[in-house]
């Protein structure tokens, strides 16, 4: 009787493995798609008004209390893709500039993140959102594993 019941437990959970090797293999396939798209040009962008600190803040304060994702870092696709998409999904309910999206993203990363992110903006004031998208995926989501992850499945 415990063999059986342990038969079906190893069972589970090859059926259970299989399914998170599909998702993975399924979420590749989308992030290689969209890097294979000719990129669409950026919209045009608004004319920036000059915030004080008191509007940063504001923007800041407002940004949080939807609680955005924090992102730690390391190399995990399916963390990275999911801070990446649900930071967007604030972004839409939220019209911020690009370069504003940037510093609110930014400021919910931690740990090693935090710190990738401190070495590069110290060379990329005013990036935009496209821009930091971009050193993002290279750096949290490098071609070499998306590449392995694609011949793997």
Avoid: H
């Avoid at 599909?22 to 990129?39: F, I, K």
């Avoid at 924090?70 to 309910?93: A, H, Q, S, Y």
């Avoid at 060379?123 to 011949?151: A, I, L």
């Amino acid at each position: 009787m415990d063999n059986a019941r342990s038969d079906d437990t190893a069972g589970s959970s090859d059926a259970r493995m299989n399914r998170m090797e599909q998702m993975l293999a399924t979420l590749t396939e989308v992030v290689m798609q969209r890097q294979r798209q000719q990129p669409l040009p950026p919209p045009p962008l608004p004319v920036q008004v000059e915030m004080g600190n008191s509007d940063i803040i504001t923007m800041t304060q407002k940004f949080m209390k939807m609680k955005p994702p924090t992102f730690l870092g390391g190399i995990e696709p399916l963390k990275t893709e999911t801070w990446l998409l649900e930071t967007e999904k604030l972004f839409e309910v939220f019209p911020y500039f690009e370069v504003q999206k940037v510093l609110l993203a930014t400021y919910t990363l931690k740990d090693e993140a935090r710190r990738w992110w401190l070495l590069v903006r110290s060379g990329n004031e005013n990036m935009t959102w496209t821009q930091f998208n971009t050193v993002f995926y290279d750096k949290y989501f490098p071609q070499c594993f998306r590449d392995r992850k694609v011949s793997e499945f």
